[in-house]
C-alpha cells in the first residue's frame, strides 16, 4: 500500500525544463519499481519512464529518450522526472505509478498518483 502525491507541474516555453517530483508515503517506497506516464486530452494514458526499485536500471519511451531523466531518493520516498528540452507535444497531465517490477504498461502499476499538469507552450 503506497500513496503518491506528484508536484512540480506548470507552463513552460518549448525548450525549457521542468523537474516533476512523486512524494510516497508509507514505510516501503523502496520495494516498488517506479513509473511516469502521461495523459494529453482525448488520448490514452502512455508510458514515459520507468525504474527499478534501487535505482540502478531505468528505461524511457522513445518520445522523451535524451530528453528526459528518472530517477529516485528512496531516503525521502521520492521519485522525480527531470524534463528537459521541452516540446509542446509534452503537454499532458503526468502520473507516477508504482509497481512491483519495472513495466511500461498502465496495467502493470497497482498505485497512482492524482497527476500533475504541464503546459508547453511555442
Known amino acids: 500500500q503506497v500513496q503518491l502525491v506528484e508536484s512540480g507541474g506548470g507552463l513552460v516555453q518549448a525548450g525549457g525544463s521542468l523537474r516533476l517530483s512523486c512524494a510516497a508515503s508509507g514505510r516501503t517506497f523502496s520495494s516498488y519499481a517506479m513509473g511516469w506516464f502521461r495523459q494529453a486530452p482525448g488520448k490514452e494514458r502512455e508510458f514515459v519512464a520507468t525504474i527499478n526499485r534501487n535505482g540502478d536500471y531505468t528505461y524511457y519511451a522513445d518520445p522523451v529518450k535524451g530528453r528526459f531523466t528518472i530517477s529516485r531518493d528512496n531516503a525521502k520516498n521520492t521519485v522525480y522526472l527531470q524534463m528537459n528540452s521541452l516540446k509542446p507535444d509534452d503537454t499532458a497531465v503526468y502520473y507516477c505509478?508504482?509497481?512491483?517490477?519495472?513495466?511500461?504498461?498502465?496495467?502493470?502499476?497497482?498505485?497512482w498518483g492524482q497527476g500533475t499538469q504541464v503546459t508547453v507552450s511555442s
Open positions: 505509478a508504482a509497481a512491483v517490477a519495472v513495466h511500461t504498461t498502465t496495467r502493470n502499476y497497482g498505485y
